[in-house]
């Protein structure tokens, strides 16, 4: 036969495939949450009355939007431990590149959500004594994030397939640990079918999600 496969060695080392995917989803929670903050913040700059802060908030996001994330990656890991004089690790230095990183795509689609909202829900607003503050808390935000939602959950599965770059710093995390189990069991096209096979069912329930929220969003 040309291939032999034994597909024994996942179960044997469902510990470390299990340790690897729990710093795959913690590392993406913690980037969505960072991102979606730092990118509605970016957002607000963006359409701020004030030049000097649109343009400041335009060159972040257009900077970010034109590198690729494995140089950022490597950036944040080896240049930030020479700019402070210490290491701060491989964990820390990937979750902040992942964050400053989608917080630029993030942004735009914040932005995107903002604009749809009715100018005159903040006109509204201010008439009863709201600041512009408390307007776009109470009144802008939510209406946003509701249109939106389906949009960031999308950038969201897209940015769990882009932690499997975190191998570059050599983060162990569900990639890189059925790697080690590959290499060590001699095990290679066993390990990157199920690697393979998981991707594909996370990411593909997930945008089953994605399709009937906005279905619901629609109706």
């Known amino acids: 036969m040309m291939f032999d496969l034994d597909f024994s060695v996942i179960p044997a080392n469902s510990e470390l495939l299990w340790e690897g ?22 957002a607000l700059l963006r359409i701020a009355k004030v030049p000097v802060l649109q343009h400041v908030a335009a060159g972040y996001v257009n900077f970010f939007r034109s590198l690729p994330l494995i140089l950022v990656i490597f950036w944040l890991f080896f240049l930030v431990p020479l700019i402070l004089g210490r290491p701060v690790g491989a964990f820390s230095s990937v979750l902040v590149a992942f964050v400053m990183f989608e ?40 209406q946003a994030f509701r249109a939106m939602t389906p949009i960031l959950l999308t950038q969201a599965i897209i940015l769990f397939q882009d932690t499997s770059l975190v191998y570059v710093v050599g983060l162990r995390d569900f990639l890189v640990s059925a790697e080690i189990v590959a290499n060590r069991d001699q095990k290679l096209v066993e390990m990157f079918l199920f690697v393979a096979v998981v991707y594909f069912t996370i990411c593909f329930l997930a945008s089953m999600g994605v399709k009937y929220l906005q279905r619901r969003l629609a109706t």
């Open 21 to 42: 995917m729990k710093m795959t989803f913690l590392l993406t929670g913690l980037a969505i949450c960072g991102g979606i903050v730092l990118g509605t913040f970016l």
């Open 103 to 142: 917080a630029a795509y993030y942004s735009e689609i914040i932005r995107a959500g903002i604009n749809s909202v009715r100018p005159g829900q903040l006109a509204a607003a201010r008439a009863i004594g709201l600041t512009y503050g408390q307007s776009m808390r109470y009144i802008v935000l939510p």
